[in-house]
Each structure stands twice: as structure tokens, then as C-alpha cells.
């Protein structure tokens, strides 16, 4: 039996299949080639913005995977987590980068409480937990202290197609507006066409906690 392409564990047939522990416990390959992406160009953009207001006190990166992207943001902070839903990542994140802690956690769940954070990164997140995306807006939120910064990483596929996700999160403008009034805009970077032809915006959000009495709560 030939062996499943990670993407097989993640859409098929034009839904958002998630096996995510099973994608990373049987396939060989780098998911999303995050050991080499976490090097490329846009990675280093990212760097770049958040560098701005380093050092923080307290991170998290939601949905870190194997953990490439977190060992980067590492040096510009004091403490830092990344959180994941495999379990199987977690765990070969924490014998790849041993100096930086690993847990599983469900960013999707109704019951989620994971404490406050400095900076809380979402990277590559939302289209794959966009069914809860009024969730994970709520718990991200949450996880930003008073003062705190949120870091929104998103590619979108081309805006003139259909894609999965689309009805929750149509373009960049519609992710922003999960979280404008909990947080106020400070910094942005927009990428028309990013990797290849038939691919839409890359951008970055740079956001930072204005209230507390928002409309998640």
C-alpha cells in the first residue's frame, strides 16, 4: 500500500479531513517542509516585526509543530512555549530544541485555559481549525495579557478561487476582524503574490491588546 502524502491527513476532496497526529506519527517527510521554511525569506520578515518590540516576557506559538518557527522567536524572549495538538509533535519538538518547552494543547476547545502571554504568535493556524474559528478567537484573545501583543502569519490561496475555509475566512481583511476591538492594529506586511502563480496574499498582523472588555467576553 503506497504511503499517504502528509496533505491526504489534512484536505481531502475538498474538506478539512485534520488528522494531525496521525500526519505526523506515519508520514517521513517534514510537514509543510517547516525545517526548511522556518529559514526562508517571509520567516525572516516575521522576525524582523516582532524583533521591533522584543524582548517579551512571556510567549506562546499556537500550533507550533515541530517547532523550527519557535526556535527562531526563542532568543527574543525570557520564557516561551509552543503548544500543538499532536502529541507526536511535541514530542519531537522537545528532542529537537530541548532549551524550549512543548505542550499539547487544543486551541479549538470550548474549555481551553492555557494563562496569559506577552506575545502570543499564530503562524500558519487558521485554516486549519477555521470550523471553530469563533473559538479560537475567543481562547486566543484570552491568552493576551493587558498590553500584550497578538502575531497573526497567514498565506491565503487565491482570492479569486474557491478554497476550503473561504466561507469562514473569505481574504485578510475578514481574519483581522476576528480580533480588531479586543486589539488595535499596529503593524502590517502584505505580500500581493508569494511563492507561486496561483497563490493569493501572504500577511502579517501585528496587533496589541486594547481592552479587556471585548466582545468574547
Not at 476532496?13 to 510537514?31: I, N, Q, S
Not at 500543538?84 to 519538538?93: E, L
Request: net charge neutral; with cysteine; charged share 25%.
Amino acid at each position: 500500500m503506497p504511503e499517504r502524502d502528509y496533505h491526504d491527513y489534512v484536505f481531502k476532496g475538498g474538506k478539512l479531513v485534520g488528522e494531525f497526529e496521525a500526519m505526523y506519527r506515519e508520514t517521513d517527510v517534514v510537514p509543510w517542509h517547516q525545517d526548511k521554511q522556518a529559514q526562508e525569506w517571509f520567516c525572516d520578515i516575521a522576525l524582523s516585526m516582532l524583533s521591533a518590540s522584543a524582548p517579551y516576557q512571556k510567549v506562546v506559538d499556537i500550533g507550533c509543530g515541530l517547532g523550527y518557527f519557535t526556535a527562531r522567536v526563542h532568543p527574543l524572549c525570557k520564557s516561551l512555549i509552543g503548544i500543538d495538538i499532536s502529541p507526536t509533535a511535541v514530542q519531537r519538538a522537545k528532542r529537537f530544541f530541548p532549551e524550549i518547552e512543548f505542550s499539547v494543547a487544543d486551541i479549538r476547545s470550548e474549555d481551553f485555559s492555557f494563562g496569559q502571554f506577552d506575545l502570543v504568535i499564530a503562524k500558519d493556524l487558521f485554516w486549519y481549525v477555521f470550523p471553530q474559528m469563533e473559538t479560537v478567537a475567543k481562547n486566543i484573545t484570552a491568552m493576551a495579557n493587558r498590553d500584550g501583543h497578538l502575531f497573526i502569519f497567514k498565506s491565503f490561496p487565491s482570492l479569486s478561487k474557491e478554497f476550503v475555509g473561504k466561507e469562514k475566512i473569505p481574504n485578510p481583511d475578514a481574519l483581522l476582524g476576528y480580533f480588531l476591538g479586543p486589539f488595535g492594529l499596529e503593524h502590517s506586511c502584505l505580500v500581493k503574490r508569494h511563492l507561486y502563480e496561483n497563490e493569493g496574499p501572504m500577511v502579517m498582523y501585528f496587533l496589541r491588546r486594547i481592552s479587556t472588555n471585548s466582545k468574547w467576553r
